[in-house]
C-alpha cells in the first residue's frame, strides 16, 4: 500500500514528500531467537559473571549498568541491540575492570573524536562506550584488524572483545584475596632458606 511520507533533508530545513510502499521493501526480520543467540554469545565472551536483563523500551534511555547487572531496555531483540549490548558491556567493564591507566589511554585518545554538540555525547566516557561499539560491531561482522599495538585504546578494546580482560581482573582478584596470606608465607619461606643456608651447608661439607 503507497503512502505519501513527508521528510526533511538532513542538513536543511527542506521538505521533501516522497511515496513510499513499504510491502515492495526488502524488510528482513528476524526471529527474535537468532538475535537472542547472538546477543547471549557475546555477553558470555565478553563477561561471562554479569547478568544482562531485557526490560520493557524506555523512550530516553537504550540501557543502563550498574556494576551488578546491564540492562537493555527494548521491547525486541533485533540488530541494533547488538550494538546497545557493546555499549553497556564497555561502561560495565570501566566500572569493574578496565585499569585507571587503561581507562586514561582510551580517554585519550577517544577526546580527538567528533564534537557533537552536547555536553552528554562529548563526555569522555561516552566517546569511549561508543568506540567499543562500533570496534566490537566491525569484529562481530567478521572484519580482521591487525593485531592492536600496545599502548593503544584498540589493545585495550581487543582484550575486552576476545574475553582475556575478564580472565585477567579474574586473575588479579584472586592474586589480591591470597595477598593477606602470601603476606605472611613470604617471609617464613625467606626465613626457612635462610635457615637451610645455615644448617644445610655445613651438613653438606661434612
Ligand atoms: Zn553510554
Sequence with gaps: MKEIIQGRRLGTGERVEFEYDESETNIVRKSGASCESNLTTHAERIYPDVPVIIAPARARVGGVVDGQKIVLFTDSLGRQQQTNLFHELWHHAEKCAISAGDLETVYKEVAGGDDWDCDYLNEPRERAARAFEHYASARASG????????????????????????????????????????????PLAALAAMVGVFIGIPHFLF
Design 143 to 186: 572484519l580482521q584488524f591487525t593485531p592492536a599495538r600496545k599502548g593503544t585504546a584498540q589493545a585495550i578494546f581487543e582484550r575486552l572483545y576476545e574475553g582475556t580482560e575478564h580472565a585477567a581482573h579474574l586473575k588479579r582478584r584472586r592474586q589480591e584475596r591470597w595477598e593477606p596470606v602470601m603476606s605472611w608465607v613470604r
